[in-house]
């Protein structure tokens, strides 16, 4: 009687992928991320039948938010998957891989193409039928939903505490500690924080106070020294007159203040009349805050003119076509146009685009490349003070931002249309947020 061999079952190469929102409780013996695995691993070990083996590789990211793919355990895991290394992905549940349903989307379509089986622990269903997929939508929807809800909670239990003049977190300002979660007066470093404020108010430029300043060895909270950027925002810090500032609202805050409301008005009043000497003797030596940049819409590059009336400077973006005489029938669109309107445009919809919740997050994620050490809240509150630093700026500071921020500036009969370049963003936020804290 002759028998059959049995069918080699063919092994599976599972990956576990386990990730957590915050970093908190991550330095436990046993925290959330090893709990999640031993349950995966212990899912993959009811299919040893079906030739499933969990892979020795981690994939965790502990700290990441499941709103975006920016993740380093998640891309391994992709570059794995691509290398042809993983059959199938495990994990707890499916708000663990993705919050986002468009993101989920975009990692199913690479599951499929490589041929790799998505698996949820919690969650009972395959992604490889119509019915699975339906189910695994309406999963996310509700994931994302709940993501979208708690980030509104927060939002507005922080706005609530800052009303009522609550410190809710961040770099702690110089001349103050953290006490009991507020802010409370440290007395050296306040009086140093009075003598920044009196050596601006008697200066006559923020090149002079800067030297003092190196002179006399006062530094950042963070050790660093003082630069022309973070100067200027030190002043326009209103903590110091004892307010809270949300959303440029201003609150009366719980911490005592250091400075009156008389030094803070003296500074501020050379501040602006430092500016106003500084765009005068600029002006003049200075380009155009969009040369190169702005173009009509047959691709006729325009540049700056300048005329003077009456002793008064006006400045122009004229199309080159117009220079070279171009005949008037193949013209198309504005061909002269004032600068003032145009740059004051193109600065408007920097300042709307900074404020949107879209670009914080996108400009979070960026300069986190570079700075680590910045969360999103910090990137939030520099990107909310950009008018205030773009005030400050001489000319040639402003055009070096617009360079970083715009890519090209259509002219046509609709108006005008900016192209912005999204990756400058991280530069700009990397540039208003808190010097890095050196390491001895």
């Known amino acids: 009687m002759s028998r059959t061999k049995p069918e080699a079952v063919r092994r599976l190469r599972c990956a576990i992928y386990t990730r957590k929102s915050s970093e908190e409780g991550l330095d436990m013996e046993f925290n959330s991320l090893d709990a999640q695995r031993e349950a995966c691993e212990a899912y993959i070990a009811s299919q040893r039948a079906e030739g499933w083996v969990a892979l020795r590789d981690r994939y965790d990211d502990?700290?990441?938010?499941?709103?975006?793919?920016?993740?380093?355990?998640?891309?391994?895991?992709?570059?794995?998957?691509?290398?042809?290394?993983?059959?199938?992905?495990?994990?707890?549940?499916?708000?663990?891989?993705?919050r986002a349903l468009m993101d989920f989307s975009k990692l199913v379509e690479i599951f499929d193409r490589h041929g790799v089986t998505f698996v949820s622990v919690t969650q009972s269903f395959n992604t490889t039928t119509s019915m699975g997929r339906l189910t695994l939508n309406i999963l996310l929807s509700f994931a994302q939903f709940e993501r979208e809800v708690i980030g509104e909670r927060i939002r507005d239990?922080?706005?609530?505490?800052?009303?009522?003049?609550?410190?809710?977190?961040?770099?702690?300002?110089?001349?103050?500690?953290?006490?009991?979660?507020?802010?409370?007066?440290?007395?050296?470093?306040?009086?140093?924080?009075?003598?920044?404020?009196?050596?601006?108010?008697?200066?006559?430029?923020?090149?002079?106070?800067?030297?003092?300043?190196?002179?006399?060895?006062?530094?950042?909270?963070?050790?660093a020294v003082f630069d022309r950027g973070y100067l200027l925002k030190f002043l326009h810090n209103k903590v110091y007159l004892g307010l809270a500032v949300h959303k440029d609202e201003v609150y009366p805050g719980e911490h005592a203040a250091i400075i009156d409301r008389k030094l803070w008005d003296d500074a501020h009043a050379v501040m602006a009349n430092n500016r106003v000497a500084r765009a005068a003797v600029a002006r003049t030596a200075q380009p155009a805050l969009l040369r190169g940049l702005i173009f009509t819409e047959t691709g006729a590059a325009m540049t700056p003119h300048h005329t003077k009336r009456k002793g008064k400077r006006y400045c122009y973006y004229t199309s080159m076509d117009v220079i070279r005489k171009r005949p008037a029938a193949e013209l198309r669109g504005p061909q002269r146009l004032p600068g003032a309107m145009v740059e004051d445009a193109v600065i408007g919809e920097i300042r709307r685009m900074l404020r949107t919740p879209e670009v914080a997050a996108r400009t979070a994620r960026a300069v986190r490349k570079d700075r680590p050490d910045l969360d999103e809240t910090t990137v939030v509150a520099a990107l909310a003070q950009f008018d205030d630093l773009w005030k400050a700026l001489i000319p040639a500071e402003q055009a070096r931002i617009v360079q970083l921020l715009v890519a090209r500036i259509t002219v046509s009969e609709a108006g005008l249309a900016i192209d912005l370049r999204h990756d400058g963003l991280g530069a700009i936020a990397a540039l208003m947020a808190p010097p890095k804290k050196e390491v001895a």
């Open 62 to 98: 502990g700290g990441f938010s499941g709103g975006t793919l920016d993740r380093p355990a998640l891309a391994q895991l992709i570059a794995d998957i691509e290398a042809g290394l993983i059959d199938v992905v495990v994990v707890y549940k499916i708000d663990r891989l993705s």
């Open 157 to 223: 239990k922080f706005a609530a505490s800052r009303r009522k003049g609550m410190w809710m977190g961040g770099p702690v300002p110089l001349g103050y500690v953290v006490k009991d979660r507020k802010l409370v007066i440290e007395p050296a470093e306040a009086e140093q924080v009075r003598t920044i404020f009196r050596l601006y108010a008697r200066s006559s430029s923020t090149a002079q106070v800067l030297k003092e300043l190196h002179a006399r060895g006062i530094r950042t909270k963070r050790g």
